[in-house]
């Protein structure tokens, strides 16, 4: 899940065309935190994938949605 996770979280941040600077300073996360979320390093909380979904223009959902890599 942790996997799946990081990969959304990567492929919104990039459809949404932020750097991971630009995605942490507007989900109010460290860019560390965003790099490992996106590495599937960090294990997210219901509230922190709100506000990091919220931070993309995107929902929850679309952050644990399956993908062809799976």
Do not use: C, H
């Not at 990567?10 to 460290?30: P, V």
């Not at 590495?39 to 997210?44: A, D, F, L």
Request: no cysteine; charged share 25%.
């Amino acid at each position: 899940m942790r996997q799946l996770v990081g990969r959304n979280a990567r492929r919104l941040r990039l459809k949404a065309g932020m750097t991971q600077e630009q995605f942490a300073e507007k989900s109010g996360f460290s860019q560390q935190y965003i790099s490992g979320l996106e590495r599937g390093r960090r294990n997210p909380t219901v509230v922190t994938l709100f506000e990091l979904a919220s931070a993309l223009n995107a929902t929850p959902l679309d952050m644990i949605a399956p993908d062809r890599n799976a």
